[in-house]
């Protein structure tokens, strides 16, 4: 019922603990544009699709996806304390359209994602909004809202989790686990002020199509 889409660029150091995570029997397919030797670390029975921009990346993936759901990870998740047939489960009994879950970080950030995720459950309730790092999407759903925006060239999760039904969306709070890279290399302010931009600019969507420095 479930394949796993990670779009991945230059990963080497992570790509391939995300894949172990993931439980076995499930497929997975990994958008990669790697320049460097990220492939050769990905397990040969992987799918291998061309990658990008976070967007089209994901996109790119979705099209070879022949199940019913779609789970979308980033390339640096942790995903072995999250029970997936539990929450699979749970989303077909209630018809949510699209499900994430708690995510944390193994360190001193800890305590901002957990910050974010009472943030995140208390904005849901008007404006869904599932990270990237873990969105389980029925892909029915996914396929009538055209998927990412292309034009997107950060926060593109928000950018569509957006546009579900609050009523159709769950957050669990099983942990998955990041790594903190972001707020190391960006700082804590810069994050946080982007966050609360992109809620401001959340129905500009001119907004999603410029860089801010995210990428740099």
Known sequence: MLTVVIPCKNEMHSVANTISSIPEKIPVIVADSSTDNTLSLIPPNIKIVNGGLPAVARNNGALKVETEYILFLDAD??????????????MV???????????????KYNILYNLFYYIQKLIS?????????????????FDKLNGFNIKDVFAEDYHLSMKIDPKKFKIHQYPAYTLDRRLKNKGVLYMVKLMLKCFINRNNDSFYTKEYNYWK
């Open 77 to 90: 998740m942790d995903i072995s304390s999250v029970p997936i047939n539990l929450i699979l489960n749970d």
């Open 93 to 107: 009994a209630n018809g949510y359209d699209l499900v994430t879950t708690k995510i944390l970080v193994k360190g």
């Open 125 to 141: 309730r008007k404006t869904p909004f599932a990270p990237g790092g873990f969105m389980l999407f029925k892909k029915d759903t």
